[in-house]
């Protein structure tokens, strides 16, 4: 299974919890602090790596302030054969 994770721009973040409705692992948590527009922004809380890096948070944020990074393993046979083309 594909891993990813978000970068979240907390000072453009509004807090309308938009992503967290959307997020399937539910690791999208509240922050405990306020930003410096007085919002109280959303952070990733992952610690068991349970992203998928789906985007569906960044689709449903209003202000784009989501980043999304998604890891696909690549097969050993995939490395060689691109190792072999590119020598």
């Known amino acids: 299974m594909a891993q990813g994770r978000i970068v979240i721009d907390v000072e ?3 807090g309308c919890e938009l ?3 959307a997020c399937p692992p539910d690791v999208i948590q ?3 602090t306020f ?4 919002y109280r922004p959303v952070v990733l809380l992952d610690l ?4 998928t890096g789906c985007a569906l948070c960044a689709v449903v944020c209003p202000d784009g302030c989501i ?7 690549i097969k050993s046979e ?3 054969g691109h ?4 020598a």
């Open 12 to 14: 453009r973040c509004k």
């Open 19 to 21: 992503c967290r409705e």
């Open 30 to 32: 509240m922050a405990d």
């Open 35 to 38: 930003n410096k527009k007085g």
């Open 48 to 51: 068991e790596h349970q992203c």
């Open 67 to 73: 980043t999304v990074f998604r890891d696909i393993p």
């Open 78 to 80: 995939e490395v060689r």
């Open 83 to 86: 190792a072999q083309a590119v």
